[in-house]
């Protein structure tokens, strides 16, 4: 067994500071699952010209891999979240694809054990303390706190505030133009997450121009 101080140890500060400066590039980061290989590039580059350079693309289609790699190449300038990762085995296949980081839904020992020791910053999924008191030993302090809405929201965040001060967030999961100012306004979210600017009946139309003027309004209105 290792013991918590070295668990603490292994996991460099440097992790949080990488986190935070691709965080700090992105008040808002879209949550993207790509049905369409051929819609990959064009989606996201509309997001990146809209001003949205961090982008996080789930796990969750078939094509998500390939479409990882073909945005790395075509968009070397964004920062990519591989998101929806489950297993250790998936964040080996996101380390393979290029990612600036991993974004977890929640998180098991194997993910915490696994991102303490990968090049690759993973930024795990909590809703609970907890879940969170569990990541904070082994070193992490940042956080994507899923499903948002759902599991208590801007309350649930506050509340984490008074035995967690230093943790911050990504919130995601209900979040969209309406909501996203209140979250933003915590001292302890650094940015939100959030599918809304991808719409399926614009992705589905092609229709990169409405995209490019979603993502501008976004990083427009919550510009930091
Ligand atoms: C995620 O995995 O982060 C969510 O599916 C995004 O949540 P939303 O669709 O409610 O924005």
Known sequence: MTSDKTIDKQLPST???????????????????????????????????????????????????????????????????????????QYRQAEEVGADFVVTPGTTEALYRYGVTSPVPMLPGVATVSELMTGWQYGYRRFKFFPAEASGGIKALKSFAGPIPEARFCPTGGIGINNAEDYLALKNVMCVGGSWLTPKSLVDAEDWDAIRSLAREAAERFHH
Not at 75 to 87: D, E, F, K, R
Request: proline share 5%.
């Open 15 to 89: 992790r949080t500071t990488e986190l935070d400066s691709i965080c700090l590039k992105a008040e808002v980061i879209p949550v993207l699952a790509i049905q369409r290989i051929e819609d990959a590039v064009p989606l996201a580059r509309a997001l990146y010209e809209g001003g949205l350079t961090v982008l996080e693309i789930t796990l969750r289609t078939e094509c998500a891999l390939e479409a990882i790699r073909r945005i790395n190449e075509a968009l070397p300038h964004a920062s990519i979240g591989v998101g929806t990762v489950l297993t250790p085995a």
